[in-house]
């Protein structure tokens, strides 16, 4: 692993900067259980890191360790040089970090475009009054957000389905439109949660390729939860490999793949 | 035949079409395209700016005037421009189907020897790069969507914008040799080469000259009193000559606006938007919208459906009468005023159609009922009759002389001729120069005198004087008992059902006739939900009984209406199949334009049509298919071989 400052080229040409965020000696329980015990991880700007696992193995946790939704008892989250306090979703918001979730949380009687001009609301300032009387800095703000929104919808080719209610999309879409949601933050951290739950090889070859996009072209860090093990190991930088709770293994993923407790945990044990 | 002049004064060449309509236009829309869920324009004079710094751009790299530039994407004013750009540099543009493959696109490439591409994305320059090898002469490719590559090598890639801009930056030094060669051009340089999508072979290279295409531009927009005010959408492949013509030449000739969809997805959302004023549209896609106002009618509201229902009785009735100017009483217009102003305004403002003036579709035949249906509802709806050998346009249907069984009189400036074997032939202005470096072909199309061979069987209808085309002059043949064989026909018949997405009917040389049927997934698959079928895919749902049982009904139905015809009455289709794939261009069984492709589809499901006529029940097959990332998989299944009621018509009852 290289050193923790300095930053390094990969192999296709992509320059992964210094650690942005680095969770140290996490654990996390819900009363008796220990969803996770005693991990630390970094992960670096502008690389995709990859969190797997089995089942129940903590991964969910674990992201939601990183978007400040569960704060571990013990163990510490550093994010940009400090170390980050117990914080308020929309704090994180502020913060840079946007997520999408496993079983999809889009608002769903709203438009595609409604749904992503809501990641807007951050980067929202005029008041409530201004809001109102739709003049002068709202009017204004709504058109650069709108533009912000768009550039993204054309982004994720969904341009076709801009003004259809989320309700209508079928689940590959929806994905999708979460995804467009949590870019429209114009996040540094963009967190997704089993982005390719569900989907058929087709859908699962678009992601990955909305996914590499976003991160070469907003040089967007990513951190996802992924079960397919083919996709991980083609998008991901370096990999942490968790089971039971427990952090098995770290690296690239050539590395990963030639981990024996990941084989055993993983891939299962050979049974001869 | 005598060379026409190209009268004093009067613009010989594209380029100089757009200098023209820049002075006379200006501040005119020329080209509109929806980006970012706006509508972006630019002006005549706009456009002429971005395509002179293109092409000073072109003339830094190096471009040379008969070079030839390939041209490859969705319709987006920027390629437009492109083509123009390579013109005004005394280079030749390219057009190149976007959803051609890798091979494809080698052949057409290193054919012409393109030394540039001008592509839309990505796809675009990966395809490009994985037959690079393959192209000597091959030199850069210009990009306009820059996403996705970011890492890729530059030294042979440009992106579009930055282009123009080294080309403004470098515009004292170029711009005398730019404007040097754009004085050079005159009616007999070429203007643009496209490439036949080639039912048979290898696709050849069409060379088109700036007479062709401005003279046809020119005539055809007479016939049709095009307006610089009228608007199109610009969403067919700019490979295709229709597209070159409509939203070029027609479009530079009279100074209309070309407006470029979003995206292919987005369409008819943008078709509305726009609501162009002339239109033009393959059968299929007129069968695709009114499939889907009669699934949406199935579901409204009793009133509403009862409503729809009355008033389209009246419009059939009354509809194609009042659009030709024909007397219809009082009560009738009173109606009909009526339904304009619950159904059909409305109806027409949804698909985009209020403001057709004049709408064609050629390419195959079109459904009379289709055909009715949008008349009826006062859409100027015509056929016109056409090739990319012919720069389009061979024969339309004038106002007020449509129907949806002929294809129309000839075009000003053309003269149509019928062989002994009832092959069209025909002598335009719009006659192509030569098919590139293919001397034998250009010989074997196009005689000394000019006369082209449309490959087409037709007739002149005496009293009226419209053509009538049957078939494919090398598909017409003969059955074993002697009687005419006229696959398309038969095939035309068949595909005017919803249902029914695709056919190929064989018999050429046979005792009868049999067939292949694609259903329809779209039309097939609604109903199977609205009857609470269950599919998983296009085999299940293809070999379903009730599916099959539908499809045996469409095709005696067929059966009843072909006995009727004395000439063709021996192509009724005894035993058919229901196929266990849809046929694709991308397996080679249709071409890029959806024709279908005989020779190898009689080669690839050989054992099929064994089976058709060897009189089994059912037969097993293994199909190679392609899948859209050019991997290949197979199909298994075992098909059901049906037989079909045929009629005979009454000579030969007593024999039977």
Known sequence: MKD??????????????????????????????????????????????????????????????????????????????????????????????????????????????????????????????????WRGAAEREEIANRE????????????????????????????????????????????????????????????????????????????????????????????????????????????????????????????? | MALIQCPAGQPASVPALLHRNAEKFGDAPAYREKEYGIWQSWTWRETRDEVEALALGFMELGLNEGDFVSVIGRNRPRLYWAMMAAEMCGAVPVPLYQDANSEEMAYVMSHCGARFAVVGDQEQVDKITDVKDQLP?????????????????????????????????????HIAELEARQAKLNYDSTGVMLYTSGT????????LSNRNIIETAKSSSE?????????????????????????????????????????????????REIGPTYYFAPPRVFETQLTNVMIRMEDASKFKKKLFDYFMGVARKVGPAILDGKDVSGMDRLKYRLGELFIYGPLKNTLGFSRVRVGYTAGEAIGPEIFDFYRSLGINLKQLY??????????????????????????????????????????????????YKNAESTADTKDAEGWVATGDAGFIEPDTGHLRIIDRAKDVGKMASGALFAPKYVENKLKFFPNILEAVVFGNGKEECTAFINIDLTAVGNWAERNNIGYASYQELARHPQVMQ???????????????????????????????????????????????????????????????????????????????????????????????????????????
């Open chain 1, 4 to 133: 923790n400052a300095e930053s390094y080229v990969t192999t296709d040409g992509r320059t992964i900067g210094p650690v942005v965020m680095e969770m140290k000696n996490i654990t996390l329980r819900f009363g008796g259980v220990e969803a996770i015990k005693d991990i630390s991880f970094d992960i670096r700007e502008g690389e995709i890191r990859a969190i797997i696992g089995p089942n129940g193995a903590g991964k969910s946790s674990m992201l939601n360790v990183i978007s400040g939704f569960y704060v571990p008892q013990e163990g510490e989250v550093w994010y940009k040089g400090s170390r980050r306090p117990p914080v308020k979703p929309y704090e994180v918001a502020q913060q840079g970090i946007a997520r999408t979730f496993q079983n999809i949380a889009l608002f769903e009687g709203m438009s595609v475009l409604d749904n992503v001009m809501t990641g807007r609301l951050t980067h929202m300032k005029s008041g409530l009054l201004s809001q109102m009387i």
């Open chain 2, 200 to 207: 048979t072979g290898k696709p050849k290279g069409v060379v």
């Open chain 2, 137 to 173: 002469e091959f030199e850069r490719m210009i990009y306009l969507d820059p996403r996705g590559l970011r890492k890729y090598d530059h030294e042979h890639l440009s992106q579009y914008m930055a282009l123009q801009e080294i080309g403004r930056a470098n515009r004292d030094k």
């Open chain 2, 550 to 656: 539908q499809v045996q009904e469409h095709v005696e139905a067929v059966n009843a209406s072909v006995a009727e015809d004395e000439m063709l009455s021996g192509c009724q289709v005894h035993r058919f199949v229901v196929l266990h794939k849809e046929l694709d261009a991308d397996d080679g069984e249709l071409t890029r334009t959806r024709k279908v492709r005989r020779r190898i589809i009689e080669e690839k499901y050989a054992d099929i049509i064994a089976a058709l006529y060897d009189g089994s029940a059912q037969v097993s097959t293994e199909t190679e298919v392609t899948y859209e990332d050019g991997r290949k998989g197979s199909i298994k299944a075992t098909l059901e071989v049906r037989s079909a009621k045929v009629f005979a018509d009454n000579r030969k009852m007593a024999a039977e």
């Open chain 2, 223 to 271: 016939f049709d009193n095009l307006r610089q005010s009228d608007d199109i959408l610009a969403y067919l492949p700019m490979a295709w000559v229709g597209d070159f013509i409509f939203s070029v030449g027609q479009a530079m000739w009279t100074g209309f606006c070309t407006n470029c969809p979003e995206s292919a997805d987005t369409m008819h959302v943008d078709l």
């Open chain 1, 148 to 272: 912000v929104a768009e550039r993204i919808i054309d982004f994720l080719e969904i341009q076709a389905i801009r003004k259809t209610p989320v309700a209508r999309l079928p689940y590959g879409l929806k994905k999708r439109v979460e995804l467009a949601r949590a870019l429209a933050a114009e996040p540094s951290i963009l967190l997704l949660d089993e982005p390719m739950a569900g989907m058929n090889v087709e859908e699962k070859e678009d992601m990955s390729r909305f996914i590499l996009d976003v991160n070469d072209e907003f040089g967007t860090t990513i951190a996802l939860i992924e079960h397919d093990m083919g996709v991980v190991m083609d998008l991901s930088d370096r990999v942490v490999v968790m089971d039971y709770g427990k952090k098995i293994g770290d690296g690239t993923p050539h590395e990963v793949r030639n981990n024996q407790a990941v084989i055993d945990a993983y891939l299962g044990v050979a049974h001869d």
């Open chain 2, 386 to 435: 056409g090739q990319t050998e012919a720069t389009v346009f061979i024969t339309a249907q004038p106002d007020g002389q449509v129907r949806s069984d002929t294809v129309g009189v000839t075009c000003p400036g053309v003269e149509l001729r019928i062989a002994d074997n009832g092959e069209v032939f025909y002598r335009s202005p719009g006659v192509f120069v030569e098919y």
